[in-house]
């Protein structure tokens, strides 16, 4: 998870962490899959609970490793963090319309639309939510896939 495709981000989180050194724990990591040599994507928040309590999650996986359970993985693992923290009050994710495969996961974890909103570097985005009280690693029982 290195080169153009993410070189934007990760000066965006230097930038961030340079200004803002207690963001650390809640930026982009490395998603690691054991017996992988290289990462398979990239997760993390954008950065700690805003005044409100809310986080946005992020997460991407190189195309050469989606339809492995990597995103879910790494979903699972943020909510999870999210859940233990007691100053996060809400979760949220934003997607591209496009992107159905991201859309359906989230939807897994009982997150529901609120909104939408213009990313300068991504265009539209819809805006999904789930409270912090209502996360549930349990995914909910649909007939998705997996």
Not at 106 to 113: L, M, P, S
Not at 117 to 127: C, R, T
């Amino acid at each position: 998870m290195t080169g153009d495709a993410c070189a934007g981000l990760w000066a965006m989180r230097s930038e961030q962490l340079a200004a803002a050194q207690g963001d650390a724990p809640w930026v982009t990591r490395l998603v690691i899959a054991p017996g992988v040599r290289h990462p398979v994507g990239l997760a993390g928040f954008h950065g700690p609970p805003d005044a409100v309590g809310m986080v946005e999650v992020g997460y991407r996986v190189d195309p050469q490793y989606r339809r492995k359970g990597y995103a879910r993985q790494a979903l699972e693992t943020l909510l999870a963090v999210a859940r233990t923290q007691t100053e996060v009050q809400v979760v949220r994710a934003t997607i591209s319309p496009d992107n159905l495969a991201s859309r359906a996961l989230i939807a897994d974890y009982r997150f529901t639309e609120v909104g939408e909103q213009w990313d300068a570097e991504d265009g539209l985005e819809l805006i999904f939510e789930v409270p912090a009280v209502r996360i549930s690693i349990q995914r909910r029982r649909t007939g998705s896939r997996r």
